[in-house]
């Protein structure tokens, strides 16, 4: 794999990911508006996985047909 191969691959996994711990933290150690920033930064990383994992298989399939 070229150095530019994962420079295009690594950031959207990592943003998932410091989204996530954000969520958990903020899930953690808050209160009041707080809790909206954890369901919010904790359901885009499931949004994510829905998109790729139901969604976006189907489409594929359709363009190949």
């Known amino acids: 794999m070229k150095a530019s191969e994962g420079v295009r691959v690594w950031p959207v996994p990592i943003a998932l990911g410091i ?3 954000v969520g ?6 808050a ?3 707080w809790d909206l ?8 990383p499931l949004a994510a996985v ?3 994992a139901w ?3 189907r489409r594929v399939g359709r363009r190949k047909a």
């Open 55 to 57: 969604i976006a298989p």
């Open 24 to 29: 958990l933290v903020a899930a953690l150690v």
């Open 31 to 33: 209160d009041g508006m």
């Open 50 to 52: 829905a998109w790729f």
């Open 37 to 44: 920033v954890s369901w919010i930064a904790l359901g885009v």
């Open 19 to 21: 989204l996530t711990c």
